[in-house]
């Protein structure tokens, strides 16, 4: 709407002045956080933090066995949601074809708005879950495992609303010929939909991880606090935000640490969201320029 | 900058200004493709031209640079001169919003806002700083009479603008274009999105219309062009560009077209 | 000879149409099962939060949570009123201050930003909305806190809660305030220009009354959020259980509650924790599906993040 005139007259003034106020003000707010942890963490934040252990409870030393189980957790947290979503996302997007049936499409609004539920549940609400199912009822523990298990759990509605997104974003072109040259729907799936959809794919998964590398309040009780090298997934491990949490509010003079810390993941989630977003633009971009016309 | 001496004489609407358009040597480019080459005419205060032509050949383009609603339209670019009482209307000194309260606008098909009747036409009139209760009522109550509306709707005006008919809405949005009693008016096929008893009552209120306000009327309708226009202009697609084939009063143009393109527009068209 | 060919040919044809028809069939079990429990997890989680609380609640009753006086749990006493007054104060402030901020944002966005601000903007506020809870916490307790003290002390209390809620909730509300503002239709725009309307009326009186829905269902969407929040809360609200009758009293959470107490909670107080879990659930629940209500389709969040990056 920048093509309407503005008024000369004091209200249109007014307006302007709130709309760019308003926005400074969500600058300066962003630019405060991010300038005041990287003022007080930088200097903590070494080659020899990122490869030593904790020492001190935290005080001193590095992060690196932490690092590793937080890495750990992710990786098991997506290898459970990936599929699972996948798997959704494919039956959501069978249930939308115009020839599905009543009772499958249903099926799918249901799924639907289940995910959306899902999506909305407090993180410690699925940390109380994980705590009751994976933890005691399940038997593994306060564990890397059962912290994975919860992650997978409160990634999934994203995962699958970006895998969903992916897969409708398949020209009906494609899928129509795909389907005239009798091609399965294992074969146009390899084929045709997974191709078309990876920018998605790969999209969603990089915000599970950045999801996930942020929770910290459904890991408190479901992975546990240790700060050692986990040994199994049936040890007890922190990840990084759970170490910034301890150290904050649990370890006197933790602070220092706790800056760094905090300054690593901030500066990691951030990269990841850059990356994805910069990422996917970039190829979106370049497959409409390479195909014109095909592409609606 | 002085306005011509022979208008501003016994003027009845018109706000400081006589309604004189004029386009000198216009283009209209979008994207760098031109659309329109070398456009020049001139409509004086008071007449109504029809600008006629196949689709694509111009007329909704020449219209929107009059009220600059050309700048709304993304990659289009303007060269050559459209005047407002021999004043360039995209000179800097030339106020936007003030411009476009001088010239109104009806659009093909019916818009108006999603409010009370009331509110559509009292909205442009708070917006231009009149603000006695009294006056806007006054000028509400003309508006609307002079599209034939009042007596329809004076009992209702609180009710939603979406709740009328199709004919109902286009001339209340022609309403709210007069309520600012513009000098100018521009309307773009302003029936050819209404049925044909809607278009009917439409064009009556137009008919009403004539002489009061300066009129640029795009139209398919030649049919339309004899009943409400005193000239034509036919814009013809000439392979590259948009030009003006062809410029006369209603009636010679319909009985006695000069050049040949005219001539078979009038006897292939002319319904 | 050719018509051992021909038959080979039809024989590996059958083979593999056969093995199509069985990864079809594989594939077709696995999405199912794939959507069976994405489907479920929500009511599963419901289930077992139930099953957790239901000796609390048949210890304690309903009653006993909502009258007793004090939260005392070592002393038999759960009452959760005071901890329940100060999540919805806390989020309800929030996004009282939010909302104007969003609001205001969403207009530069979409009126006054030159386009190579306004995409910048965009990444920032994605960016923001991506700060961790626990980092947006840390800051508010290193430097809010401590500023909060000097002017308005003791410094944690319900109002760093809600300045920081607001930040938390600010990026997402600026989005979809901005997508609800957007939604005006171009027609109805042209006319509007047409009249001489300027930017700042065709803004407030057109776009803005129009979007109602769309704000109402973003502000049910960051109150949800809001509601649920945890970490931040914990760090800088100060996690004295009483009732939120001032803005620079210290307060505790029900999120943080659950955060601070289940480490070390067993028993009847265990059961209490995954009561007040269960109540947050339910009041999320409701405020998710009167956001997809309201605003009809994607007000999740997730969806209509998952839309955003694919843009």
Redo the contacts between chains.
């Keep these: 709407m920048r093509e309407l005139a503005t008024g000369r007259d004091v209200r249109g003034r007014i307006v302007a002045v709130a709309a760019w106020g308003g926005a400074a003000l969500v600058v300066a707010s962003f630019g405060l956080l991010v300038a005041d942890l990287a003022r007080r963490g930088a200097g903590e934040l070494t080659w020899r933090y990122l490869i030593e252990a904790p020492r001190d409870a935290g005080r001193a030393g590095g992060i690196l066995p932490i690092a590793v189980a937080t890495v750990w957790m992710v990786a098991l947290a997506l290898a459970f949601a990936a599929p699972l979503a996948l798997a959704t996302a494919l039956f959501l997007d069978e249930a939308g074809t115009p020839s599905a049936p009543r009772a499958l499409r249903r099926a799918a609004a249901v799924t639907r708005r289940s995910l959306d539920v899902l999506g909305g549940v407090p993180s410690i609400v699925f940390g109380l879950f994980g705590n009751a199912l994976f933890c005691r009822s399940f038997g593994w523990g306060y564990s890397l495992l059962s912290g994975a298990a919860t992650l997978a759990c409160m990634v999934l509605p994203l995962m699958v609303a970006t895998f969903d997104e992916g897969l409708q974003r398949v020209p009906a072109a494609e899928r129509a010929a795909a389907a005239a040259t009798g091609l399965s729907r294992s074969a146009t799936l390899r084929h045709v939909l997974l191709p078309r959809a990876a920018p998605l794919l790969l999209a969603g998964t990089g915000l599970a991880v950045a999801r996930s590398l942020a929770e910290t309040a459904a890991l408190l009780f479901t992975a546990g606090y240790a700060d050692g090298w986990p040994r199994s997934p049936l040890d007890s491990a922190r990840s990084l935000s759970v170490h910034v949490w301890d150290l904050a509010l649990n370890v006197a003079g933790g602070d220092a640490r706790a800056c760094a810390a905090a300054l690593l993941l901030l500066l990691v989630v951030l990269a990841l969201h850059g990356a994805v977003r910069g990422g996917l633009g970039w190829v979106l971009r370049r497959r409409s320029r390479g195909h014109g016309e095909s592409v609606r | 900058m002085k306005a011509e001496k022979d208008c501003c004489a016994g003027r009845a609407l018109g706000a400081g200004g006589c309604g004189r358009v004029a386009f000198e040597r216009v283009d209209v480019a979008y994207h760098g493709r031109l659309a329109v080459r070398g456009v020049s005419l001139a409509v004086a205060p008071g007449r109504t031209l029809a600008l006629v032509g196949p689709s694509g050949s111009g007329k909704s383009s020449l219209l929107f640079c009059v009220n600059r609603l050309i700048d709304l339209v993304d990659g289009a670019t303007v060269a050559g001169r459209v005047t407002l009482d021999q004043r360039d209307v995209r000179s800097p000194e030339v106020d936007l919003l003030d411009l476009r309260r001088r010239v109104g606008m009806v659009f093909q098909r019916p818009t108006p806002f999603p409010f009370s009747i009331r509110r559509n036409l009292e909205l442009p009139l708070q917006e231009r700083g009149i603000a006695a209760r009294s006056e806007r009522a006054d000028r509400l109550r003309a508006a609307l009479v002079a599209v034939g509306l009042w007596d329809e709707v004076a009992d209702r005006l609180e009710r939603p603008a979406t709740a009328l008919s199709g004919g109902q809405q286009q001339r209340l949005c022609l309403a709210r274009a007069l309520v600012l009693e513009p000098e100018v008016l521009l309307l773009d096929e302003p029936c050819s999105a209404l049925d044909p008893l809607a278009a009917a009552v439409v064009e009556e209120s137009l008919a009403a219309l004539k002489g009061r306000v300066t009129t640029l009327l795009v139209t398919h309708s030649l049919a339309q062009a004899r009943r409400l226009a005193d000239d034509v202009a036919l814009l013809w697609h000439d392979g590259s560009a948009g030009t003006l084939a062809e410029l006369q009063p209603t009636a010679d143009f319909l009985g006695s077209p000069k050049s040949a393109l005219a001539r078979a527009f009038v006897a292939g068209a002319g319904r | 000879m050719p018509s051992d060919t021909r038959h080979e040919e039809a024989r590996s044809q059958e083979l593999r149409r056969r093995a ?2 069985r ?2 069939a ?3 079990g ?6 069976l ?9 419901a289930a ?2 139930v ?2 609380s239901a000796p609390s609640l048949a210890a304690v009753g309903i009653g006993g949570f909502l009258r007793d006086a004090r939260w005392n749990p070592a002393g038999g006493e759960f009452g959760l009123l005071p901890m329940v007054a100060t999540s919805v104060t806390v989020a309800v402030g929030a996004l009282l201050l939010a909302l ?2 969003a ?3 969403a ?8 386009p190579a601000l306004g995409s910048a ?1 965009r ?6 909305a ?10 508010g ?3 809010l806190v401590p500023w909060l003290a000097r002017i308005a002390p003791p410094g944690a209390s319900l109002l760093a809660g809600i300045l920081v809620l607001a ?1 938390m909730v ?2 997402t509300l ?1 989005v979809m305030v901005e997508a609800a503002l957007a939604a005006m239709p171009a ?21 803005l ?2 979007a109602r829905r769309g704000v109402a269902a973003a502000a049910l ?1 960051a109150l ?2 809001a ?5 931040a809360v ?2 800088v609200c100060g996690n004295v259980v009483q009732w939120p009758a001032g803005l620079l009293l210290p307060v505790r959470t029900l ?1 943080a509650n ?2 601070l107490e ?2 070390y909670a067993s028993g009847t107080h265990r059961g209490a ?2 009561v007040s ?1 269960l109540l ?2 339910l009041s ?2 409701v ?3 009167a956001a ?1 209500w309201r605003g009809g389709g994607a ?5 209509r ?3 955003a ?2 843009a």
């Design positions: 199509a028809r990864s079809d594989l594939l077709r696995a999405s199912v099962f794939g959507a429990i994405a489907a479920a997890l929500a009511w599963w989680i077992w939060l099953r957790e104007p901020l609001l205001a944002t207009l530069f966005l979409l009126g006054y930003a030159p903007m990444l920032l506020l994605d960016l923001l991506a700060v961790p809870s626990v980092v947006v916490g840390f800051f307790l290193i430097v930040l600010l990026p600026a027609a109805e725009r042209s006319a509007a220009a047409a009249l001489g309307l300027s930017r700042a009326t065709v803004l407030l009186a057109l776009a009354p129009r969407v949800g959020r509601l649920g929040e945890t970490m914990v760090m999120t659950v955060a289940m480490a924790l995954f879990g947050l659930l999320t629940a405020l998710v599906v997809a007000a999740n969040p997730e969806r993040a998952a839309g990056v694919g």
